[in-house]
């Protein structure tokens, strides 16, 4: 999608702090942290989020979560531990209509989560 | 293993409020809801938590999201939106160390994300 800032950095048309990218998964930095490791995972392809899945992105979601784990371990979050985020329309606090997955570590996260 | 708590639910020895179920999933609602709605979906099979999870089961992450995307669409929370929440370890706050994915909707979700 010509005007989806999420497509724009898969594309390298804006530039991000990039931790992981294969052909169809790019992983990068959040630009506000919320935590001292903060990544995005993104599906190349624009899916808008969570309510967009359908049974043929279920091999792309599994993916999504495998490759997010392996970050997460790569990064040296494994020994102290680490929250997946995903967010979905206003409720869900999802801020870019492109499906992504947030890691945070590095320090305790509260709860409630939001 | 038969210390699990989560495993003794999958298995019908302690009870749920029970909002889905198949031969390799159960979703329930939360005992200490976080939000108006509060479901937490697990694999029947043992899987302490993401750091645990191997390429192996890649399938399982995929059908566990699409799964809580159909429970968080039936549940009404698409037009509202909704979060998804997975803790690893300690800094995660992960309180039960059996895999379990937290569908969170009902009122607006903060950010950070705990």
Redesign the interface.
Known sequence: MSDCLFCKIAAGEIPCTEVFSNEKFIAFRDIAP??PTHILVIPRSHIAG??D?T?A??????????IA?KI??KEG??????????????????TVSHLHL?I???????????
Do not use: C
């Open positions: 919320q935590a969570l309510s899945f049974d992105d279920q091999v792309l979601a599994g993916e999504l979560m495998t784990v997460a371990a979050l494994v020994p102290t531990g680490y929250r997946f985020v995903i967010n979905n329309g206003v409720d869900g606090g999802q947030h945070l570590g590095g320090r305790a996260l509260a709860w409630p989560p939001g």
